[in-house]
T-cell receptor
Framework: DAKTTQPNSMESNEEEPVHLPCNHSTISGTDYIHWYRQLPSQGPEYVIH???SNVNNRMASLAIAEDRKSSTLILHRATLRDAAVYYCILRQSFGNEKLTFGTGTRLTIIP | NAGVMQNPRHLVRRRGQEARLRCSPMKGHSHVYWYRQLPEEGLKFMVY????????ESGMPKERFSAEFPKEGPSILRIQQVVRGDSAAYFC???????????FGPGTRLTVT
C-alpha cells in the first residue's frame, strides 16, 4: 500500500480556516485520496475523496497537487465540533477495498 | 435511514470466554468491513465481507477469530477464548454496491478481564 505522511497534531482557532496537509509521494495513478475523521469515542466518519481534481462538499474542500504527491484538506470555518483525528488514506480503485489508516493528524480547536 | 448499528456497545468478558460482536449495516448496503483499534493506536483492517462471502480476511488473526455475514441478519465477529490483548474497540463499516465511502458504526468496546 502506498504510504501517507501527516503532521501528528495541529491547532487552529475557532471560526478560522484550517489546512491539513498530507504527503503521498508514492501514490499510483489509480489511487484515490480519501479523508476520514474520528471524533473522540466515535467511529470514523467519511469527509471527502478525490482523484485528480479539487473537490468540494458540505463538510470540506480537498485540494490535490498537480503531480498528486500531496493534498490538503480544507475546513473553511472550524468549529469546536471539528476537533478530531483526521486521516488521509490512499485507496486503490480496483480490488483492494480495505482502508489503511495511519496515525493521522490530531486537530485541536481553540475557542 | 438509520446508520450502521453495532451491539453491544460495551462488552466485558473474562479470559477464555467467547465474545460475539454484531453489526447491522445501513439499509441496502451489502458490503461490510471490520476494523480493530487497540488503545492509543490507529484502526487496523480485519476482514471484508459481502453477503455470505468473505472477500478479504488478510487482517484477521489466524486463530480464535472468525466473521460471517449471512443472507439474513447482522454480520457477526466472533472471538473465541479471549485474551487480555483482545481488549480494543471494534468498528464495523458498510457501503452500498456502488460508491466508495464506508459508513462506520459507533463501535463495540471489548474489555477482557
Amino acid at each position: 500500500d502506498a504510504k501517507t505522511t501527516q503532521p501528528n497534531s495541529m491547532e487552529s482557532n475557532e471560526e478560522e480556516p484550517v489546512h491539513l496537509p498530507c504527503n503521498h509521494s508514492t501514490i499510483s495513478g489509480t489511487d484515490y485520496i480519501h479523508w476520514y475523521r474520528q471524533l473522540p469515542s466515535q467511529g470514523p466518519e467519511y469527509v471527502i475523496h478525490g482523484l485528480t481534481s479539487n473537490v468540494n462538499n458540505r463538510m470540506a474542500s480537498l485540494a490535490i497537487a498537480e503531480d498528486r504527491k500531496s493534498s490538503t484538506l480544507i475546513l473553511h470555518r472550524a468549529t469546536l465540533r471539528d476537533a478530531a483525528v483526521y486521516y488521509c488514506i490512499l485507496r486503490q480503485s480496483f480490488g483492494n477495498e480495505k482502508l489503511t489508516f495511519g496515525t493521522g493528524t490530531r486537530l485541536t480547536i481553540i475557542p | 435511514n438509520a446508520g450502521v448499528m453495532q451491539n453491544p456497545r460495551h462488552l466485558v468478558r473474562r479470559r477464555g470466554q467467547e465474545a460475539r460482536l454484531r453489526c447491522s449495516p445501513m439499509k441496502g448496503h451489502s458490503h461490510v468491513y471490520w476494523y480493530r483499534q487497540l488503545p492509543e493506536e490507529g484502526l487496523k483492517f480485519m476482514v471484508y465481507l459481502q453477503k455470505e462471502n468473505i472477500i478479504d480476511e488478510s487482517g484477521m488473526p489466524k486463530e480464535r477469530f472468525s466473521a460471517e455475514f449471512p443472507k439474513e441478519g447482522p454480520s457477526i465477529l466472533r472471538i473465541q477464548q479471549v485474551v487480555r490483548g483482545d481488549s480494543a474497540a471494534y468498528f464495523c463499516a458498510s457501503r452500498p454496491g456502488t460508491g466508495y465511502e464506508q459508513y462506520f458504526g459507533p463501535g463495540t468496546r471489548l474489555t477482557v478481564t
